[in-house]
């Protein structure tokens, strides 16, 4: 029984290039969160998606940013033209509804060079 | 808007002491608290969640208690060990289901 998977594990980028992150939530949970942690800071939601349905996106910066859960395969964060202050830990969480907690996947880190 | 404090932000212990981590909130509108764990590098293990009608939940020398009207919770780690250093992190979240971290609290447990 397969936990939250996340790949890459580390990605690097140059700027102005696009990232794409995936993430695979346990089998049968329909929720997934992104989260991003920078360097010395806390974790701070980006957004919150269902099967084909953006729920909440209120974390998301404005531009470069999108996501989706497609009905099939993975959820995926893209960042389009990074830029040096895109550099951080992305983490994928998931849950089978609210009530029941969520599981963390190992995070993508990605490097902005 | 939600805010959640967790003091101390560092804790140096030597092996073998009970220790408390606290975790405050500002808005006590929440329906589930959960603790987590990561390690340095790595993601973030759930250590115990409690439910919006739970007040404690307790796991081997974990344990963790919510008071919602004062909007504070506290971990209680029992005869720690040195693998228990790591970073703890609280996180609550409503019915909108966006979870709320704190900053977290670094412990260090010496042999």
């Known amino acids: 029984n397969a936990g939250v998977m996340q790949n890459p594990r580390h990605l690097v980028r140059r700027r102005g290039q696009e990232a794409r992150l995936r993430c695979s939530p346990v089998?049968?949970?329909?929720?997934v969160y992104w989260y991003r942690q920078l360097p010395e800071e806390g974790l701070k939601f980006m957004v919150y998606?269902?099967?084909?349905?953006?729920?909440?996106e209120s974390g998301m910066p404005k531009e470069r940013f999108s996501a989706e859960f497609p009905k099939e395969g993975p959820s995926i964060l893209r960042i389009q033209q990074v830029v040096r202050g895109d550099s951080a830990a992305y983490f994928c969480a998931s849950s089978p509804a609210l009530d029941y907690g969520y599981t963390f996947g190992s995070g993508t880190r990605l490097t902005v060079v | 808007k939600q805010e959640v404090t967790q003091i101390p932000a560092a804790l140096s212990v030597p092996e073998g002491e009970n220790l408390v981590l606290n975790c405050s909130f500002t808005?006590?509108?929440?329906?589930?608290l959960q603790w987590f764990r990561q390690d340095p590098g790595k993601g973030l293990t759930s250590l115990l969640l409690i439910q919006s009608s739970q007040r404690e939940q307790t796991s081997g020398r974990l344990n963790a208690s919510l008071d919602k009207s004062s909007g504070r919770s506290t971990l209680y780690i029992a005869a720690s060990q040195p693998g228990d250093s790591a970073t703890y992190l609280c996180?609550?979240?409503?019915?909108?289901?966006?979870?709320?971290f704190g900053q977290g609290t670094e412990l260090s447990v010496k042999p």
């Open positions: 998606l269902q099967k084909e349905n953006i729920i909440d």
């Open positions: 089998k049968g949970h329909s929720h």
């Open positions: 996180a609550n979240y409503n019915q909108g289901g966006k979870l709320i």
């Open positions: 808005d006590s509108a929440i329906y589930n």
